[in-house]
């Protein structure tokens, strides 16, 4: 699994893309405990390869912050 975590986060928007650019997964919510990538897409297991990360965390005092990066699928 592949989570985006931390303390005091209010918001978390995080998107996962394969190499072509199609989104792979997307979570919107507040719950940035149990939620998170597990290398599959419409439930079907995706095949190694690395992808690209985006979101944004909107923490509880208002600040906010982008991360951005690559994530390895290995089987």
């Given amino acids: 699994m ?13 998107y996962i893309y394969n190499r072509w650019g199609e989104r792979v997964y ?11 990538w597990d290398g599959t897409f419409d439930n079907e297991k995706l095949n190694p390869g690395v992808f690209m990360y985006y979101g ?3 923490y509880v005092d ?14």
Avoid: A, C, H
């Fill in 26 to 36: 997307k979570y919107e919510g507040s719950d940035n405990n149990n939620n998170g």
């Fill in 62 to 75: 208002g600040k906010m912050e982008d991360v951005k990066g690559n994530v390895t699928l290995v089987r």
């Fill in 56 to 58: 944004t965390i909107e």
């Fill in 2 to 14: 592949f989570y985006i975590r931390g303390e005091n986060i209010k918001q978390i928007k995080f």
